[in-house]
């Protein structure tokens, strides 16, 4: 059975899918302001962006600068802009395509997963402060809600395979 959505401006009544794109937009902005004062264990004048094509890299493996753009929904040149940094700070190196050796791919260093595992950690200590005094039972239907949010989330917008 398919799921209708609501339109929100029939009715005065608080919709649920309006109720969670206003939490949703309030989460990113307390996120973006809470980043600077934990994401902080690296060369100074890495941007968010930096960060997050590392995570990419430690998470999934070496890979091609357009695939990282796929990744994180950004434009190549902002992509390789971002990469330039990281090799100039020794967190990212790059190497031939083992497919394709005119192409390049980058790896995460020694150093780049050391500077991820670090702000993991920072990250992760904030987070269980955040929540010490959350009743056990809400941790975890917070975090196993939050995987079902993300998984339907990544299943809708996942890149089609073009044949």
Not at 22 to 44: E, I
Not at 87 to 105: Q, S, T
Not at 155 to 160: D, I, R, V
């Amino acid at each position: 059975m398919a799921v209708v959505a609501r339109d929100p401006s029939a009715t005065t009544e608080p919709d649920p899918a309006d109720r969670l794109g206003s939490l949703l937009v309030r989460l990113l902005r307390a996120v973006g302001r809470v980043k600077h004062r934990v994401v902080k264990n690296g060369p100074d004048g890495l941007e968010q962006l930096a960060y997050a094509v590392l995570f990419c890299l430690v998470h999934d493996g070496p890979q091609r600068t357009g695939k990282l753009a796929e990744l994180l929904h950004a434009e190549i040149s902002t992509i390789s802009r971002q990469t330039r940094t990281l090799v100039a700070h020794g967190l990212v190196a790059r190497g031939a395509d083992p497919i394709d050796g005119r192409a390049c791919v980058l790896t995460a260093t020694a150093e780049g997963e050391r500077v991820f595992a670090e702000n993991r950690r920072l990250r992760n200590l904030f987070l269980a402060g955040l929540l010490a005094d959350w009743p056990e039972h809400d941790r975890s239907t917070l975090i196993g809600l939050l995987e079902r949010l993300v998984h339907d989330i990544e299943k809708t917008t996942a890149p089609t395979e073009s044949k």
